[in-house]
């Protein structure tokens, strides 16, 4: 089972962009869909966005859509999440998670067997 790190959270302006890495350690990354989830103080987790073992196809929440950004690095064992036109609602602690058995669902934490610990990120206006 792999075990998975996140990377690159902070404070960032709002309207401005930010990049989260999900580095993997043990064997078979490639093997897992990512996951990537957030949480703010006081809410339930919520999905993010997702990607596929290699890499397509990629699912994104609603609230992200079309500012967030999904990828992985199979060869580095990491995945990403770019994320753009940063709002103080994006703040929150963004974990990323793997599974490697089939799930139909995508978007809900009980399909993902491993989880990062989580780095936050703060979005101020």
């Known amino acids: 089972q792999v075990l998975l790190v996140e990377s690159g959270g902070g404070m960032v302006q709002a309207g401005r962009s930010l990049s989260l890495s999900c580095v993997a350690s043990?064997?078979?990354?490639?093997?897992?869909?990512i996951g990537w989830f957030r949480q703010a103080p006081g809410k339930e987790r919520e999905f993010v966005a997702a990607?596929?073992?290699?890499?397509?196809?990629?699912y994104y929440g609603d609230s992200v859509k079309g500012r967030f950004t999904i990828s992985r690095d199979n060869d580095k064992r990491t995945a990403y999440l770019q994320m753009g036109s940063l709002q103080p609602e994006d703040t929150a602690v963004y974990y990323c998670?793997?599974?490697?058995?089939?799930?139909?669902?995508?978007?809900?934490?009980?399909?993902?067997?491993?989880w990062g610990p989580g780095t936050q990120v703060t979005v101020y206006s």
């Open positions: 043990g064997p078979r990354f490639g093997n897992y869909v």
């Open positions: 990607i596929m073992r290699s890499g397509e196809p990629k």
């Open positions: 998670a793997g599974r490697d058995k089939y799930n139909v669902a995508i978007d809900s934490t009980g399909a993902y067997d491993v």
